[in-house]
């Protein structure tokens, strides 16, 4: 099977469409993460060495896509689409970004706060972003926790408007950021060898 070369007036760029999917299924782990960490106490070590590095991650790769975003233009949105529906999806698609690079550096932040260090790998450390201080790193948690449940409910409404739009509308929306794939071409078929002619 062979990736389909995308349409660049229907669908997003290849590198849109890697970096959407790898960060959907980042933050997909990182809200699994974040909630195994309130609820599971003798984990709760071994989590923050995988939520940590993943946040950092999460942080680099949306300043790729917001840069990637700026200097190319995305594929229209399917036509009859409501103008409202469309400002819907436009604003709440910034606020996404908005929140996807905000809620790395609240955490980035409060784990300064606590006078402990980002770890990313063995002892490779962030530098602290924060100065250490009790009631800054509780406003922090804070901020983190409740930008977390904002991003959770954008991610099930983003859902459920790509699903609304796939199953009932029939259009194009989920196409714009798709992979498709199609069987490779059939080698042609090899030409019969005529026979060749008795000589007696």
């Given at each position: 099977?062979t990736t389909?070369?995308?349409?660049?007036e229907t669908t997003?760029?290849?590198t849109?469409?890697?970096?959407?999917?790898t960060?959907?299924?980042l933050?997909?782990?990182?809200l699994?993460?974040g909630v195994?960490?309130?609820?599971?106490?003798?984990?709760?070590?071994l989590?923050?060495t995988?939520?940590?590095?993943?946040?950092?991650?999460?942080?680099?790769l949306v300043l790729?896509r917001?840069?990637w975003r700026?200097?190319?233009t995305?594929p229209?949105l399917?036509?009859?689409?409501?103008?409202?529906?469309?400002?819907?999806a436009?604003y709440?698609?910034?606020?996404i970004y908005?929140?996807?690079l905000?809620?790395?550096?609240f955490?980035w932040?409060?784990?300064?706060a606590s006078?402990?260090?980002?770890?990313?790998f063995?002892?490779?450390?962030?530098?602290?972003i924060?100065?250490?201080?009790i009631?800054?790193?509780?406003?922090?948690l804070?901020a983190?926790?409740i930008?977390?449940?904002?991003?959770y409910?954008l991610?099930?409404?983003?859902?459920a408007?790509?699903?609304?739009n796939t199953?009932v509308?029939r259009n194009?929306v989920?196409?714009?950021?798709?992979?498709?794939?199609?069987?490779?071409?059939?080698a042609?078929?090899t030409?019969?060898?005529k026979p060749?002619?008795d000589?007696?």
């Open positions: 099977m389909e070369s995308a349409d660049p997003y760029t290849i849109a469409r890697v970096l959407h999917w960060m959907a299924l933050v997909l782990a990182m699994f993460i195994f960490m309130v609820t599971s106490v003798s984990d709760f070590h989590l923050v995988l939520h940590e590095p993943l946040g950092f991650a999460i942080l680099t790729v917001i840069g700026l200097t190319h995305p229209p399917p036509t009859g689409m409501p103008r409202l529906e469309r400002l819907v436009m709440s698609e910034r606020l908005l929140l996807l905000l809620q790395p550096l955490g932040a409060l784990v300064s006078g402990q260090p980002v770890v990313l063995c002892s490779w450390h962030l530098p602290a924060a100065p250490m201080n009631t800054l790193f509780a406003g922090l804070r983190h926790e930008a977390a449940y904002v991003l409910a991610f099930l409404a983003h859902l408007g790509v699903l609304w199953l509308v194009r989920l196409h714009r950021m798709t992979f498709r794939l199609r069987p490779k071409p059939a042609p078929p030409p019969a060898r060749e002619a000589p007696t």
